[in-house]
């Protein structure tokens, strides 16, 4: 059985916490590649694709989403991918029930004025950020003394689709907790905290991460919320992260179901969980 995990060009070695899946897959037969999605490929060589570390997909866009069309046996699939890749899922997701953060759209090429949207949201912090990115690219943190830096920073950005949000503080203190699911089941939780006085949770930025247990009816809460995905039947992982209010009221601030880091070494058995859900979608290819 051949699979591939899909990577990209700048991290052709994959990610550390990716080595116990692909041990778990070699320790059940499997033959693992780890092509770069921009490489000159027969994806039909593989019996399965999976994506896993495509993490410069933000930055060739198009060109991203025009691949995930032509990959056959693709997981997670297409139809899924081109759902999630924009942040206005988010909208869809609010309408059928989760709560999110206060948000203003942002179109391409239109002028907004953040003190209008400061007063609005009747808060002195706020934060901005794109409607296709990665790792915190393009996002900007301000407060009402900032707005003049913030409006700078928004109206250099007009070709790019915007969301203005109230900046939520807790994750300074307390940070961004996931979910990780695994074939629509939930497998595990973390609590990502950044370096004091940052806003960013990703390790690239030395932001630490531990264990973090979800309440039963929070993940009830997720599982309806995943019933809401198209497709849901057929998604192989999916992680959602989470910020908190003021109340303690879990905000969802992503739904991740392209190429989500999965924290297995906070779940010692959710590596080989995903090696036999990626060789169970395999088998049913064959």
């Not at 019933?227 to 009221?249: C, H, I, M, N, Q």
Request: proline share 3%.
């Amino acid at each position: 059985m051949n699979i591939a995990l899909a990577s990209c060009s700048i991290l052709r070695g994959g990610e550390i916490d990716d080595d116990t899946l692909i041990e778990s897959l070699q320790d059940k037969g499997v033959d693992v590649h780890r092509p770069a999605w921009t490489d000159e490929v027969d994806w039909n060589q593989f019996d399965v694709t999976i994506i896993r570390t495509t993490w410069d997909y933000h930055l060739k866009f198009d060109a991203y989403l025009d691949w995930v069309q032509r990959v056959p046996r693709l997981y997670n699939n297409a139809k899924t991918i081109l759902w999630n890749a924009n942040k206005s899922y988010l909208k869809e997701m609010e309408s059928n029930g989760a709560i999110i953060a206060p948000t203003v759209w942002v179109p391409k090429q239109t002028q907004c004025h953040l003190n209008n949207i400061m007063s609005e949201f009747g808060v002195t912090q706020g934060f901005i950020k794109p409607q296709v990115g990665a790792c915190a690219s393009d996002t900007f943190r301000f407060t009402v003394d900032e707005i003049e830096q913030a409006q700078a920073f928004l109206d250099e950005r007009r070709s790019m689709e915007m969301m203005i949000q109230p900046y939520i503080k807790s994750v300074e203190t307390i940070g961004e907790f996931s979910a990780i699911y695994i074939a629509g089941a939930y497998s595990h939780g973390v609590q990502k905290i950044p370096v004091e006085g940052d806003y960013r949770v990703q390790d690239d930025f030395g932001a630490s991460d531990m264990p973090y247990a979800f309440s039963n009816d929070e993940i009830d809460c997720m599982n309806r919320m995943l019933s809401l995905v198209p497709d849901s039947e057929s998604l192989l992982y999916a992680r959602f992260d989470f910020l908190k209010d003021e109340d303690g009221t879990l905000l969802l601030n992503e739904l991740e179901l392209i190429e989500p880091s999965m924290f297995f070494r906070h779940c010692e058995v959710s590596s080989h969980l995903f090696a036999d859900a990626i060789i169970n979608v395999a088998k049913n290819q064959l």
